[in-house]
């Protein structure tokens, strides 16, 4: 197809409660939503980088700029091209895999519009309603922590992941695995706040019995991710340090990976995504979806992805109301039996409410092809 326009549009979403890591704490969300118009109709991806750099390097001013100066006019300069073009024809562009995942995503989402099919039809997907888990920050005390628990407990999710940093571990852990109980499926998500050192503390988390740990070590440190998967019971996740199909190859080699966090953005796209997701297989690594706190856009194409065999852990594919009270599509993603029935629409899943759409745009900018 030929592209013809860009429009990027920034959006302004309130969180429902504030979500605290290890790196920071957001309330307020400025989302980058691209969508391409082209000779076969349009399509709209979300970028899921962040406000600033605590995650991962990229950023949304920053994405938004290598969209306009370098990844924008090389896709134009290209022609013709095909979603599955997209990754290939950026390649020399490096990093700022956010901002390139989310223009694939639009090209993607027009592609399989015009063609009438959905993206899980395009993964061969097996499964109609995936699992779904629900990422909880940390809270100033573990009553509040306790309390939010429950009540996702109550909404029925499938299995519960806390953030952890040094001071907030064992204790908030062993509480909520009380609450709980032996039989729900917990894990743990560091986002890099601990260092080799900390080890023989980590292992003590072993008595839990969690589904994982999430990326306890610095995203460069494979060797220290490797030797913690020697010593611990608990398996080693890595979220962070998997950036290409080529870490994700190298950390499973080296022991640094018993499973593997597949979140699109991070990886550069939903297509690279689908060939980690296939390496796993190969490997009989397990995977799951992460989640970036995402709109229904993202949402939709993650349940997408998730349908894929190996994807055999529940993801951090949550209901639209975790994080946001009101969505951007008109039919949020809501979580039944803790599963999520994976959006059935042509396209990456999902309709825009255009109308809430804009009334929290904060700007709107068209690039011409
Ligand atoms: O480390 O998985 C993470 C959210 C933002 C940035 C990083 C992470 C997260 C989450 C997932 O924990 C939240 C979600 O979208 O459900
Ligand atoms: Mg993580």
């Known amino acids: 197809m030929r592209l013809h326009r860009l429009e990027l549009r920034r959006i302004g979403l309130e969180l429902v409660v504030p979500f605290r890591t290890s790196f920071g704490t957001e309330l307020h969300r400025d989302i980058l939503l691209v969508h391409v118009t082209t000779d076969a109709g349009d399509g709209w991806g979300e970028c899921v980088a962040m406000s600033a750099p605590f995650y991962s390097p990229e950023f949304v001013d920053g994405a938004d700029l ?48 015009a063609s009438g099919t959905t993206f899980h039809q395009l993964l061969g997907a097996e499964r109609s309603v995936i699992p779904s888990g629900v990422s909880v920050g940390i809270f100033d005390d573990l009553d509040e922590l306790l309390a939010q628990v429950q009540g996702y407990v109550d909404d029925g999710y499938a299995r519960i992941k806390l953030k952890i940093e040094p001071g907030w571990d064992l204790e908030p852990v062993r509480l909520v695995r009380d609450l709980i109980g032996p039989e729900m499926p917990l894990q743990v998500d560091a986002n890099t706040a601990y260092t080799r050192t900390d080890a023989e503390h980590l292992c003590r988390l072993d008595e839990f019995d969690l589904l994982l740990i999430e990326q306890p070590l610095p995203e460069e440190d ?148």
């Not at 009989?284 to 998730?306: F, H, K, Q, Y």
Request: proline share 6%; charged share 20%.
């Open 222 to 369: 494979l060797l220290g991710h490797a030797q913690l998967a020697e010593r611990s019971s608990t398996p080693v996740c890595l979220d962070e340090s998997i950036v290409s199909l080529q870490t994700a190859e190298d950390a499973i080699e080296m022991g640094a990976a018993e499973i593997v966090n597949i979140k699109p953005g991070r990886v550069g796209g939903y297509l690279t995504a689908r060939r980690i997701h296939d390496l796993c297989v190969a490997r009989d690594v397990p995977v799951w979806c992460g989640g970036m706190v995402e709109t229904g856009i993202g949402r939709a194409a993650n349940a997408a992805l998730a349908t894929m065999p190996g994807f055999t852990l529940p993801g951090d594919i949550s209901a639209s109301s975790r994080f946001y009270a009101r969505d951007i599509v008109t039919e949020p993603i809501t979580v039944t039996d803790g599963t999520v029935s994976v959006p059935d629409a042509p396209g990456l899943g999902f309709e825009l409410d255009l109308e809430f759409l804009d009334s929290i745009t904060t700007s709107t900018d068209f690039l011409d092809a």
């Open 66 to 113: 290598a969209i306009r100066r370098f990844l924008w006019p090389m896709l134009v300069e290209a022609g013709d091209i095909a979603a599955a073009d997209v990754a290939t024809i950026l390649e020399p562009i490096h990093g700022h895999p956010m901002a390139k995942a989310a223009l694939e995503m639009a090209i993607l989402d027009a592609e399989l519009r």
